[in-house]
């Protein structure tokens, strides 16, 4: 079962940029689908962008869409999050998900994700 470390986040001020790393636990880590949810307290868990097991390319929510970028590096078994002019509502505990199986129609959505990392809070300061 593949444990999913997450680092990265911290306060920032609004148009400042900060990069979230989620490590995996085993090299099988590179064929899954990964994404990263983000909560604020009292609501769902949101999607924010979501990567497939070529990596070649990623996609975002419309919120995040030309600011944020999502990669992987299999040498490393790790995905990223670069995210540059943040926002204020941008603020929010960030998570990387997991799955092995999903499929493409599901992978917005967080209960479909079997693997989560330990969360790392974003504060953006306005």
């Known amino acids: 079962q593949v444990q999913l470390a997450q680092s990265g986040g911290g306060l920032v001020q609004a148009g400042g940029s900060l990069k979230l790393s989620c490590v995996g636990s085993?090299?099988?880590?590179?064929?899954?689908?990964v994404a990263w949810f983000r909560q604020v307290p009292g609501k769902e868990r949101e999607f924010v962008a979501v990567?497939?097991?070529?990596?070649?390319?990623?996609t975002y929510a419309d919120s995040v869409k030309g600011r944020f970028t999502m990669s992987r590096d299999k040498a490393q078994n790790m995905v990223s999050l670069q995210m540059n002019t943040l926002k204020p509502e941008d603020t929010a505990v960030y998570y990387c998900?997991?799955?092995?199986?999903?499929?493409?129609?599901?992978?917005?959505?967080?209960?479909?994700?079997?693997?989560w990392g330990q969360g790392a809070q974003v504060t953006v300061s306005s």
């Open positions: 990567i497939f097991r070529s990596g070649s390319s990623a």
């Open positions: 998900a997991a799955s092995s199986t999903i499929i493409l129609s599901s992978r917005y959505s967080a209960s479909n994700y079997a693997y």
């Open positions: 085993e090299r099988a880590f590179n064929t899954y689908t």
